[in-house]
């Protein structure tokens, strides 16, 4: 079993930044791929982000230039640095982790409990 656990979120203006954390623990990190996906209201969870324990990454087109997903391996966190805020941001943002690098939510089987990133314009 692997427990994850968001922090992070909040209420920011338009063009601004927020960073989201994702502590993991119960399962060697090392083994363990890191993905961020959001859902907005009335709208199916969507993949924003993923990345491997070597550092491949890979973005959705909506975030990507804006968003940045990196992990320290040593502490057993993984981040979202949002840059360039919009409202169409706004959004409940989980992490998820696998064993396997894959963009699609019904492939992972671990979920945080989600943290509010609400977008102000």
């Known amino acids: 079993q692997v427990q994850l656990v968001e922090s992070g979120g909040g209420l920011v203006q338009a063009g601004g930044s927020l960073r989201l954390s994702c502590a993991a623990s119960?399962?060697?990190?090392?083994?363990?791929?890191m993905a961020w996906f959001r859902q907005a209201p009335g709208k199916e969870r969507a993949f924003v982000a993923v990345?491997?324990?070597?550092?491949?990454?890979h973005y959705s087109d909506s975030v990507e230039g804006r968003f940045t997903i990196s992990r320290d391996n040593a502490k057993n966190t993984a981040y979202l640095e949002m840059n360039s805020l919009e409202p169409e941001d706004t959004a409940v943002y989980y992490c998820?982790?696998?064993?396997?690098?894959?963009?699609?939510?019904?492939?992972?089987?671990?979920w945080g409990q989600g943290t509010q990133v609400t977008v102000s314009s």
């Open positions: 990345m491997t324990y070597s550092g491949n990454t």
């Open positions: 119960g399962r060697t990190f090392s083994s363990l791929v």
């Open positions: 998820a982790a696998d064993a396997l690098m894959q963009t699609s939510a019904e492939h992972y089987d671990y």
